[in-house]
């Protein structure tokens, strides 16, 4: 016996279009509602799978799901695996306190590196973490390190040259060239 869809609503089949054919949403729920449609218009699960390119056990699953709940049955289900470490509040702290200029937190210094933020977030936060998750959670966030300022270019102190004083007397002037 095949598989087919139910018999959609009018709300469900204008939602099934719409996600079948956007772009904005996950590929995944696009192909699922894909699956759907094909199935609403009458095509065998074998035919869906081989217009999509996807196996018919699949198809078979996503229509079977769909018919028990709906278009939340094309959403993923939790998995398995081990609990997450950290909580969305903590994350919001990192990336919080990754977007504060340090002189804002009356830090000696101008920007963060992974090892001064993970320095500040166990003081400061009581947030233990090793610096390679910071970096996978602010990348998972878009934020990007700049390499480390070297010696050479502005410097961050205004008053550097009047500290630093003069040259050394050893150090050759040359002269402009004519």
């Known amino acids: 016996m095949t598989i087919r869809v139910r018999e959609l609503t009018e709300t ?3 939602e099934i279009e719409r996600v079948a054919r956007a772009r904005t949403e996950t590929a995944r729920l696009v192909e699922r ?3 759907v449609r094909l199935s609403a218009e009458g095509k065998s699960p074998p035919e869906i799978a081989e217009e999509l390119k996807v196996n018919a056990t699949c198809v078979r699953l996503w229509i079977k799901r769909f018919n ?4 939340l049955g094309l959403q993923d289900k939790a998995r398995s695996g081990a ?5 969305d509040a903590t994350v919001g702290v990192i990336v919080a306190t990754a977007l504060t200029a340090p002189q804002t937190l009356e830090l000696p210094f101008s920007t963060w590196t992974l090892d001064r933020l993970a320095a500040y977030l166990v003081e400061g936060k009581g947030i233990h973490m090793r610096r390679s998750r910071i970096s996978d959670i602010l990348a998972a966030k878009g934020l990007r390190w700049r390499k480390q300022e070297a010696w050479f270019g502005e410097r961050v102190d205004p008053q550097f040259a009047e500290k630093r004083g003069r040259s050394r007397s050893s150090t050759l ?6």
């Open 68 to 71: 028990q709940d709906g278009m």
């Open 173 to 178: 002037h040359h002269q402009k060239a004519a």
């Open 33 to 35: 509602a894909r699956i």
């Open 83 to 87: 609990p997450r470490t950290y909580d």
């Open 12 to 14: 469900e089949s204008k």
